[in-house]
């Protein structure tokens, strides 16, 4: 594993960024750049059905005009699928891996966490998921923000799917593929994706491959108390000076900001921002969205 810091924003196109999402690309973004780290951008453009035709190149725009440059080339999760058969492929050949004709309502009937039912019983692969068969379930990680993080340990036991029975690439399998082979050595992300980490830990180690850090932001919430998102309307980040937003979410972060930041140039802020980068002073809880 590199002795630097290589870390990572990877949106999906289901529609431009918003606040929350400017406040996760903007805790990677310092993070790796406080370590002298480099920062790499993805497209997780592997559910079409969710994608927004155009939010891709928006999404890309938005990060440049909010100053938040990335280093190389953006990978594209749809060029990707060779890489993903092998993977599955790597585990069917282990038998790390099984077919499941399950159909949700019965996982649904039994409290939401499958129970391994198809495991041992030699499904072929037509209309079927294929799920990962765990064999040394990760029940706690650490976080650099949160400490120890404890999961429920019905889900971390659970043989979760890693291609869809509608023939895509699960999230869990596609993610963990594509950060090992762009080197990323922290993951820095909303708190909303705490939950599938143990997940990517276990399919991690199923691979031997390294584990990168971890670092789950706070989220931040709208009037009703949901977490910003392009599901609820959040609305888009608008064009035009970009400061008063970084510096609302710089604030959200616990990250201080210099009282005359109306006399800094966006560049300013930013590389004060990285200088001055401290998890230390970050709050744990979700909050409100702040007016800028």
């Given amino acids: ?128 998921a294929l799920r990962l068969r765990q064999h040394v379930p990760i029940f706690t990680f650490d976080d650099q923000l949160r400490g120890r993080v404890e999961a429920d340990r019905r889900l971390a036991q659970e043989d979760f799917i890693i291609h869809r029975r509608d023939g895509l690439f699960a999230y869990n399998l596609a993610v963990v593929v594509d950060d090992h082979f762009q080197g990323i050595t922290e993951v820095v992300r909303g708190a909303d994706l705490i939950e599938p980490t143990v997940r990517q830990i276990a399919l991690y180690q199923q691979f031997d491959w390294p584990v990168p850090a971890w670092l789950h932001l706070p989220l931040a919430l709208n009037h009703d108390g949901n977490k910003l998102s392009k599901q609820n309307h959040a609305p888009s980040l608008p064009d035009g000076d970009a400061r008063p937003l970084l510096v609302a979410a710089l604030r959200f972060l616990g990250q201080p900001v210099s009282g005359g930041w109306q006399d800094l140039t966006q560049d300013k802020l930013l590389s004060d921002a990285v200088e001055q980068w401290n998890i230390a002073l970050m709050p744990q809880q979700n909050a409100l969205k702040p007016d800028a």
């Fill in 1 to 128: 594993m590199p002795s630097f810091c290589i870390g990572r924003f990877a949106p999906s196109p289901s529609g431009e960024l918003h606040f929350g999402s400017l406040i996760a690309a903007l805790g990677s973004y310092l993070s790796a750049r406080a370590q002298n780290g480099i920062w790499r951008v993805r497209i997780e453009d592997i559910d079409p059905p969710r994608e927004v035709p155009g939010a891709a190149s928006r999404i890309l725009h938005q990060l440049e005009h909010y100053g938040l440059t990335w280093d190389g080339e953006v990978l594209w999760q749809s060029q990707r699928h060779e890489a993903y058969r092998e993977a599955l492929a790597w585990l069917q050949q282990h038998r790390q891996s099984y077919f499941c004709t399950c159909p949700r309502r019965r996982i649904q009937e039994m409290g939401g966490f499958y129970d391994g039912y198809c495991r041992e019983r030699q499904r072929g692969p037509e209309n079927a």
